[in-house]
């Protein structure tokens, strides 16, 4: 059974530290919906995701970060149009896919050479990807279905308990827009928060 604690209470983000270094999963809040998360660094983590959710892993699961800096550390150098969209519309609900830098080895599904990033507007992933790095995160739900807006309804809506579920109140937002920017032209992949065209806005020099 997992063990459930407040997401703003001190010993909340401390258990959390402790189990994401085991490199257990944590159910969480973040400023869209709630997710599911493992520290990227440890060894084999990511793959409960995809157990978790019951999910191929031909589907990728995204990075949180809680920087700008953080996010830099993970891919190769974005075009002067995508480092504008991040620096206007981060942190917020926006992933942009973007290509791995060659050291970034963590199981991550999807092509290999690609990732996710976001950074969100959320106080718990700061503290969280500040202590123990990127989070591989994921949606609280079973692939294919809705993400429950509660905690206790994300933690019952996966394949199995996780170490923690930290509980952040009802947490019913749209999940974030994502962005193919390794594309020139920018696509939007999944359509979210963000419109296209604050995208293309964000990105004028």
Same mark, same amino acid.
């Given at each position: 059974?997992?063990?459930?604690?407040?997401?703003?209470?001190?010993?909340? !983000?401390?258990?959390?530290?402790?189990?994401?270094?085991?490199?257990?999963?944590?159910?969480?809040?973040?400023?869209?919906?709630?997710?599911?998360?493992?520290?990227?660094?440890?060894?084999?983590?990511?793959?409960?995701?995809?157990?978790?959710?019951?999910?191929?892993?031909?589907?990728?699961?995204?990075?949180? !970060?809680?920087?700008?800096?953080?996010?830099?550390?993970?891919?190769?150098?974005?075009?002067?149009? !995508?480092?504008?969209?991040?620096?206007?519309?981060?942190?917020?609900?926006?992933?942009? !896919?973007?290509? *791995?830098?060659?050291?970034?080895?963590?199981?991550?599904?999807?092509?290999?050479?690609?990732?996710?990033? *976001?950074?969100?507007?959320?106080?718990?992933?700061?503290?969280?990807?500040?202590?123990?790095?990127?989070?591989?995160?994921?949606?609280?739900?079973?692939?294919?279905?809705?993400?429950?807006?509660?905690?206790?309804?994300?933690?019952?809506?996966?394949?199995?308990?996780?170490?923690?579920?930290?509980?952040?109140?009802?947490?019913?937002?749209?999940?974030?827009?994502?962005?193919?920017?390794?594309?020139?032209?920018?696509?939007?992949?999944?359509?979210?928060?963000?419109?296209?065209?604050?995208?293309?806005?964000?990105?004028?020099?």
């Amino acid at each position: 059974m997992s063990v459930v604690l407040p997401a703003g209470d001190e010993r909340g !983000v401390a258990t959390a530290v402790d189990a994401l270094r085991r490199g257990d999963a944590v159910v969480l809040p973040t400023d869209t919906v709630y997710g599911v998360a493992v520290a990227m660094s440890v060894p084999g983590a990511t793959k409960q995701l995809f157990a978790l959710k019951d999910r191929p892993d031909r589907v990728p699961v995204a990075v949180l !970060v809680g920087s700008l800096a953080q996010a830099l550390e993970l891919v190769e150098p974005p075009s002067p149009a !995508v480092m504008r969209v991040l620096k206007a519309l981060w942190p917020g609900p926006l992933t942009v !896919v973007l290509r *791995r830098r060659s050291e970034v080895v963590a199981e991550l599904g999807g092509d290999g050479v690609t990732v996710g990033v *976001r950074w969100p507007d959320h106080a718990l992933i700061a503290a969280l990807a500040s202590q123990v790095g990127p989070l591989a995160t994921t949606s609280a739900n079973r692939h294919g279905s809705p993400t429950p807006t509660t905690a206790a309804g994300a933690a019952a809506a996966l394949a199995a308990d996780v170490a923690l579920v930290l509980d952040g109140g009802p947490c019913d937002g749209l999940a974030s827009t994502v962005v193919d920017g390794t594309d020139p032209a920018l696509p939007v992949l999944r359509t979210g928060p963000i419109s296209p065209d604050q995208v293309l806005a964000a990105a004028l020099p």
